[in-house]
């Protein structure tokens, strides 16, 4: 292995809180000296900044160090089947300005794309973000995304968007680096990064219009093989087998228990709804109808939950999206403990998400930091 160069430590300023070169010495055994060489360049482009004189145990107190969170700002966008939120926060993930766009993924890549663009473009004028650099740009995507090629991998409810290199477009119309994210997967960086930093092993299932999950593994995204990993919305209950899904197939978990499901049920029972965000709005009121449906979806997500935690066996289950309410909490909580041993959530947290709309977007900016100023990147850019 290389001895760490600039990008390794500014990794463990930005990631593993290191906050003085003292610390970074004794994580990397190099000397005082190679430190500061090492450090110089980091400083002079404004990647790091010094902060006030630091604790220290005894003789003169050091300077610390932390990552410079104004050194630029990232363009973030969450897509949705019936909206999408585009915004700029700067590099710690702040949201400076944000836009509710009436574009859905419906629409297709092309125009979606074009739509986020045009906005973001507009909201790097506003005066919140007063004319810093644009460091790269992000956008989940309610469906998967292939790791190795930032575009999204079949996704069932997407007409168009298979293969489409979402990341080539955002990454031209911007001229900086893009990444592409599944929106579970941002939530779960989001929810891990900002609520749940110390858990080395967290989950949170999506629910909304469709159903999804994010595994954070010791702080990293755990993608799987084709970014397939927590595509659970598409996993067959063996007591709804005739359940049709919008995939195509009968008996998915989120033919039964998406909010496109309870949507559907509300419907029938004279109550108008279309997308989870309807459903949201009507739980929102309080009506009884749709708390009792979304408690009913959260005993079926609560089945196919129940093997994710004995499989993971995390610390945190997050529930996120439209549908996260104390309905839905309870009726995960109902079959999650009936059909788990006592020893998968002897120490699991269960919970609401507690960053809204924003986890996906704290989370993208979190995957386009750790793409742009990730140590083999910084390493690339300023030598070794
Ligand atoms: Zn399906």
Request: some cysteine; overall charge neutral.
């Given at each position: 292995m290389l001895a760490p160069g600039p990008g390794d430590l500014l990794e463990l300023v930005r990631r593993?809180?290191?906050?003085?070169r003292a610390e970074i010495q004794a994580l990397t055994g190099l000397s005082r000296v190679t430190v500061a060489q090492r450090l110089t360049p980091l400083l002079q482009e404004g990647l790091l900044r010094e902060t006030g004189p630091h604790e220290s145990t005894g003789g003169r107190r050091p300077r610390g160090l932390e990552f410079n969170s104004d050194h630029g700002v990232v363009v973030v966008a969450a897509l949705e089947t019936t909206r999408t939120r585009a915004a700029v926060t700067d590099l710690a993930g702040t949201v400076l300005t944000h836009a509710d766009l009436p574009v859905s993924v419906q629409a297709g890549p092309q125009a979606t794309l074009d739509a986020i663009v045009g906005a973001s473009r507009e909201l790097l004028e506003s005066d919140a973000v007063g004319g810093r650099a644009v460091r790269g740009v992000g956008v989940a995507l309610p469906g998967p995304v292939d790791p190795a090629t930032w575009r999204p991998s079949e996704p069932p409810i997407m007409p168009g968007w298979d293969a489409y290199p979402v990341g080539d477009h955002l990454s031209e119309a911007l001229g900086v680096p893009a990444a592409v994210e599944n929106d579970a997967n941002a939530m779960a960086v989001g929810e891990q990064a900002v609520r749940h930093p110390r858990s080395p092993a967290l989950v949170l299932v999506k629910v909304s219009t469709g159903i999804g999950a994010g595994i954070v593994v010791d702080g990293r995204l755990f993608r799987g093989i084709d970014g397939g990993a927590g595509d659970i919305g598409h996993v067959r209950l063996v007591d709804q087998p005739d359940a049709l899904c919008r995939c195509g197939?009968?008996?998915?978990l989120a033919a039964s228990a998406s909010g496109w499901a309870v949507a559907k049920d509300l419907t029938a029972l004279g109550v108008p709804a279309v997308s989870g965000r309807d459903v949201r709005a009507l739980l929102a009121e309080g009506n009884p109808a749709a708390a009792r449906l979304t408690r009913e979806a959260g005993r079926l997500i609560g089945q196919v939950v129940a093997a994710v935690v004995s499989l993971v066996n995390p610390g945190v289950l997050v529930l996120g999206g439209d549908l996260a309410s104390t309905p839905l909490l309870s009726g995960v909580r109902e079959t999650l403990y009936r059909r788990t041993l006592p020893r998968a959530t002897r120490h699991l947290e269960v919970t609401l998400g507690a960053l809204g709309q924003d986890a996906a977007v704290i989370g993208m900016t979190r995957t386009v930091v750790d793409l742009v100023f990730g140590a083999t990147a910084v390493n690339e850019r300023i030598g070794r």
């Open positions: 593993e809180g290191a906050r003085t197939s009968h008996g998915c």
